[in-house]
C-alpha cells in the first residue's frame, strides 16, 4: 500500500538532483559538531543512484567534513512547497575516495563553481573582506560525500487529512509503517 509513496520520494529526489530550480535541488543537512552541537547547513544535491544513495559536493577542510569524520550519522531534511511535502532522511555519510570518480566529477563543474574549491583559506576562516579573497593558482579541496539512507520520513500535508510513512531500510528492501501526523 506504501509503494506509490516510496515512488514518489525517489522520483522527486531525482528531479531535484536533475532539474534546475526544484524545491529538493537544495536541503538542510545536520551533523553533529565534535561539541556535541548540531550544526545545519543547505547542502546542494548533485546525484541520486538507484538504491537512493545522495551524493553533495563540498570543500575537504569543510567543518561538516570534520563532522562527519568524528560521527557520519547524518540527518537531512527536504520540503517542496508546492506539493506541501516534507522529507526527513537519516543516512549514513561516507566520504568518496575514488579518485576516477572525483576527477571525473571535478571536470563536469563549471568554471565559476570551481571557485567554491579553490580558496587559499579554509571555509568558515576570518576573512578582511570578501574583496580580499584568495584563489589558489593549482590545486583544489573538491571532495564528494555520498549519504546511504536507512530510515526516511515521509508527511504530505492536505486538508483533507495528513498522510506519514516510515519507511527503514532492512536486509531485504525497505518496510513502512504509517504515522500518525
Known amino acids: 500500500m506504501t509503494t506509490e509513496f516510496f515512488d514518489e520520494i525517489k522520483e522527486e529526489l531525482r528531479k531535484g538532483a536533475y532539474e534546475q530550480g526544484h524545491p529538493f535541488r537544495y536541503f538542510a543537512m545536520a551533523t553533529l559538531g565534535v561539541d556535541k552541537l548540531a550544526r545545519l ?40 512547497p508546492q506539493k506541501l511535502l516534507q522529507l526527513r532522511i537519516e543516512g549514513i555519510a561516507r566520504i568518496n575516495a575514488d579518485q ?12 565559476e563553481s570551481r571557485k567554491d574549491y579553490i ?43 495528513h498522510t506519514k510513512i516510515r519507511f527503514s531500510k532492512r536486509e531485504k528492501g525497505w518496510s513502512s509503517e504509517f504515522l500518525v501526523p
Open 41 to 80: 547547513r543547505l547542502i546542494a544535491l548533485r546525484n541520486v543512484s538507484q538504491d537512493l544513495k545522495l551524493t553533495f559536493f563540498t570543500d575537504k577542510r569543510s567543518k561538516k567534513m570534520l563532522h562527519i569524520k568524528e560521527n557520519n550519522k547524518v540527518s537531512l531534511l527536504f520540503y517542496h
Open 100 to 111: 576516477f570518480q572525483i576527477q571525473k566529477s571535478w571536470e563536469n563543474i563549471g568554471t
Open 119 to 161: 580558496t587559499k583559506e579554509a571555509p568558515g576562516s576570518p576573512l578582511e573582506s570578501p574583496d580580499s579573497l584568495e584563489y589558489l593558482k593549482e590545486g583544489d579541496y573538491f571532495s564528494i560525500v555520498e549519504i546511504n539512507p536507512f530510515r526516511i520520513e515521509y508527511l504530505k500535508l492536505n486538508t483533507a487529512g
